[in-house]
Every structure is written in structure tokens, then in C-alpha cells.
């Protein structure tokens, strides 16, 4: 998990959850992909949505926190179709620590 990105997201739980959500599922990849149906994103994520249109309102609301974890996340392997998410195997979400070593270092104070 990325710290940086967690501190991203930490303005929308529902994004975070499926920050952390995918984050999991994608390592958990053996190869080919991984579908997801609506119907079952809506029991994992959607608890608080109900009535006639519960499902159309959670499928919006999942789609705006998916576009906020790609930007954290933008290597993540992940298709929409109109009844399914597809995850495919994707390189892990970065490490703060691994970002960090990958930076320039800051120049250190006079004296220092």
C-alpha cells in the first residue's frame, strides 16, 4: 500500500475502500484476469444504497471512486463493462518507501 496514496484518497472512504480493495484482488491475480459483476460489487461496497435504482446509483458512485484510484494508482490493469470490472494482472501500487528511493534526494543544509 501507498501512503501518499492513501493520504490522496483519504477525502472519500468509498474510494479508499476500493483503493484497498483492488489493491488486494490484483495481488491476488494467478495469471489471466479476474471479472467482478455488478451484482457482486454492489453486495461487497453498496450496503447503504436501496430501492429501485440501487443499483445504477452504486455503479456511478463506484465509477467515480474508480477514477479517483486510478490517479493513484494509474498502473492498475482494469477494464469497465456494463455488467462487469475486469482486473488484470498489474504491478503492485508503489510504496511510499519505493517512491521515495526513487526521487532525487534533497539537498542537505549548510552545515549539516
Known amino acids: 500500500m501507498n501512503s501518499r496514496a492513501v493520504a490522496a ?15 488486494q484482488h490484483i495481488d491476488r491475480i494467478q495469471g489471466g484476469c479476474k471479472f467482478f459483476n455488478w451484482d457482486y460489487l454492489l453486495r461487497e461496497f453498496g450496503g447503504c444504497y436501496s430501492g429501485k435504482d440501487a443499483k445504477k446509483d452504486f455503479k456511478k458512485a463506484f465509477l467515480v471512486a474508480l477514477r479517483d484510484v486510478l490517479t493513484v494508482y494509474p498502473r492498475a490493469r482494469v477494464f469497465v463493462y456494463p455488467n462487469k470490472l475486469m482486473l488484470l494482472p498489474s ?4 510504496r511510499a518507501r519505493d517512491a521515495d528511493a526513487q526521487r532525487s534526494p534533497l539537498p542537505r543544509p549548510a552545515g549539516a
Open 91 to 94: 504491478p503492485p501500487p508503489a
Open 9 to 23: 484518497l483519504r477525502g472519500s472512504p468509498f474510494a479508499m475502500d476500493v483503493y484497498l480493495w483492488m489493491s
